[in-house]
């Protein structure tokens, strides 16, 4: 792979204020580098405040007045459990608890065998710098076009010949014992064509599918028009897939804009989701990592995104500006538009303790509001 491709670390330190299994296919048992850490702000009063507060007579009475589990009397009457339906699983204990994720932010040309050959030396070299977890991104052995789309499309289920880019990603992940969520690809199913992720594990098995649910389409005249129902169909499930890296719900790039799939994915016990996207030049600057922070923060996860590299000569420009989002909203690494390697440390500690520091799940309101997951409710 050219000089070009290279591995950049970043992050973002943010204000305090800023701040196995039935999913193993995309349908339910209906018809997976450098840390980098924010530092540690302290928001401790001085010492001498923190003696004067403590001492007042005032403040001990207060908090002897006050009831012993806010959390208790709270749940009892506004009913979080109830905030979900089916009610929300409970957070599966992950088969790790660090490891390290590779994006490849990947140039993408309109020769499908350079594009392929091109992914597999970058998943070669996330996986040689200590990457379990290696995420692609959406439409990278292609142009994102209309007009490509049919012609770069591939019969994921005959697999061999019929896919060439997923037979890669399968040979890849079981040569070499690593995870891989093979951002997307255009997929041709009888006269169906679809915006498809597949996920393969570390014996190179497919272990998931997810087809694009949120199509594309917008019009902002003057800077963008793209309309992907034109030519692609939408999937009609969420996908989550218990993997040997933790429970990874999967969505691509308009997907991410869809906070009611993000919610779902959370109350299914998800880790981490994983969005392969190619925002644009017009979007991009405003959306893209906003909607990212939005639904890490919003369910108390992790949020991974890829995108293609920009090339400034496409019929679609892509934004760039692959990240790894923390549970807290932090931006633990991203990169600019350039094409990259990106090597970042997820710890799933951070999990639980987010949410014991700031505890959403006992302080819905399910007399109130509910999410219903349709898929799971009618599978009861």
């Not at 193993?24 to 928001?43: A, E, T, Y």
């Not at 204990?93 to 091109?118: E, Y």
């Not at 919610?263 to 989701?273: F, K, V």
């Not at 644009?280 to 939005?294: I, S």
């Amino acid at each position: 792979m050219k000089a070009a491709l290279s591995t950049l670390i970043t992050s973002r330190n943010l204000s305090p204020h800023s701040s196995p299994s039935p999913f193993s296919r995309s349908i339910w048992p209906l018809p997976k580098s450098l840390p980098i850490s924010p530092p540690i702000i302290s928001l401790l009063p001085s010492k001498s405040l923190a003696t004067t507060t403590n001492s007042s007579p005032l403040r001990r009475d207060h908090r002897k007045s006050q009831p012993a589990d806010f959390s208790s009397i709270m749940a009892s009457s506004y009913k979080p459990e109830e905030s979900r339906v089916p009610p929300a699983l409970p957070l599966p204990a992950p088969p790790v608890n660090k490891f390290k994720i590779g994006m490849c932010q990947l140039s993408v040309t309109a020769d499908k065998g350079r594009n392929i050959a091109h992914a597999r030396k970058a998943i070669e070299q996330a996986a040689a710098k200590g990457a379990q977890l290696v995420l692609l991104p959406e439409i990278w052995n292609g142009p994102y076009s209309n007009d490509s789309f049919p012609v770069f499309a591939e019969d994921i289920d005959a697999g061999g010949d019929a896919s060439p880019s997923t037979a890669m990603l399968s040979e890849v992940a079981r040569r070499l014992k690593i995870t891989i969520v093979g951002g997307s690809i255009t997929e041709r199913s009888g006269d169906q064509l679809y915006n498809t992720c597949c996920v393969f594990g570390t014996d190179g098995k497919l272990k998931a599918k997810h087809r694009k649910i949120h199509l594309f389409n917008i019009d902002i005249p003057g800077e963008i028009t793209f309309i992907e129902s034109k030519i692609l169909t939408a999937g009609q499930t969420p996908t989550i897939v218990d993997t040997e890296v933790g429970r990874i719900g999967i969505g691509i790039c308009h997907d991410l804009r869809f906070q009611e799939l993000a919610m779902i994915y959370g109350a299914r016990g998800a880790h981490l989701i994983c969005y392969p996207g190619a925002f644009n030049m017009t979007t991009g600057t405003l959306h893209w990592e906003l909607c990212q922070r939005a639904r890490a923060t919003d369910n108390q996860l992790y949020v991974a995104t890829c995108s293609p590299a920009r090339d400034a000569g496409a019929g679609y420009v892509a934004w760039g500006h692959s990240t790894l989002v923390g549970p807290f909203g932090e931006v633990l690494a991203t990169t600019e538009h350039e094409e990259a390697i990106i090597i970042a440390e997820i710890d799933y500690s951070l999990l639980e303790l987010r949410r014991t520091n700031l505890p959403l799940l006992k302080q819905r309101r399910g007399d109130l509001y509910q999410l219903v997951d349709v898929q799971r409710l009618n599978s009861q």
